[in-house]
């Protein structure tokens, strides 16, 4: 049973526009959210991470949204660029960073 | 080296052979995680050491996998008797200390057993 779910295997969007990556977690205990980028051949990078007592976190172009009562969490990337074009990973952990439970990814791609 | 590095980056094993999997983290992070990440999957914990201490082994699919680190920096993955659902990419990442948040990650190792 997957505890961290992304539903979308696959995004596309026109640069410019606005990416939303969306993630869904059943394990109520989860209090820290974290996303990674993942181009193809690299480990995944960090990029934005948000703890459960907040609702939003922003950095540049990413904010994370998490909606602790839906169990949802996204990830917003605007304006999208091409650079972005990646697989997205979304992680939680329960006990603040010791195991963290990634979802299966969303692959976006920017289109010029 | 600045970063996390695995190898070796590729490796092919016939099935029944025996594997060792090496992870050098970043120079002073307390924390290291193993995860396997098969095709078209996110990765998947597999154990966790703070600084030489294994604290958590219970993502290990079976007794055929083993880690260590026994100077606390680098580790070692070992997987025996190899078998074909094995093959999947292993990904080594470390963080800075314990509850540290922000983990960085290898390129990783595709194993492929055949």
């Known amino acids: 049973d997957q505890q961290v779910k992304q539903n979308s295997p696959s995004l596309s969007v026109q640069e410019g526009r606005i990416s939303i990556l969306n993630c869904d977690y059943t394990?109520?205990?989860?209090?820290?959210f974290l996303w990674y980028k993942k181009y193809p051949a690299e480990g995944p990078t960090f990029l934005i991470s948000?703890?459960?007592?907040?609702d939003k976190n922003e950095d540049g172009r990413f904010t994370v949204f998490l909606n602790k009562s839906a169990k949802h969490l996204s990830l917003h990337i605007v304006p999208s660029q091409p650079g972005d074009s990646a697989v997205y990973f979304c992680?939680?952990?329960?006990?603040?960073?010791?195991?963290?439970?990634f979802g299966p990814g969303t692959r976006l791609s920017v289109l010029p | 080296g600045a970063g996390v590095s695995q190898s070796p980056r590729y490796k092919v094993a016939k099935r029944g052979q025996d594997v060792a999997l090496r992870c050098d983290p970043i120079?002073?992070?307390?924390?290291l995680f193993w995860y396997q990440q098969a095709l078209g999957q996110g990765p998947e914990f597999l154990t966790y050491f703070q600084n030489e201490a294994q604290l958590d082994k219970s993502g290990l699919p079976s007794d055929r996998f083993f880690a260590e680190r026994p100077e606390g920096s680098v580790s070692t993955l070992k997987i025996q008797r190899t078998q074909q659902e094995d093959s999947a990419v292993y990904l080594c990442?470390?963080?800075?200390?314990?509850?540290?948040?922000?983990?960085?990650f290898g390129q990783g190792t595709r194993l492929t057993v055949v």
């Open positions: 120079s002073g992070h307390v924390s």
């Open positions: 992680a939680a952990s329960d006990n603040y960073g010791q195991n963290f439970v």
């Open positions: 394990n109520s205990m989860f209090d820290y």
């Open positions: 990442a470390s963080s800075r200390e314990l509850g540290s948040t922000e983990a960085f």
């Open positions: 948000i703890s459960s007592i907040k």
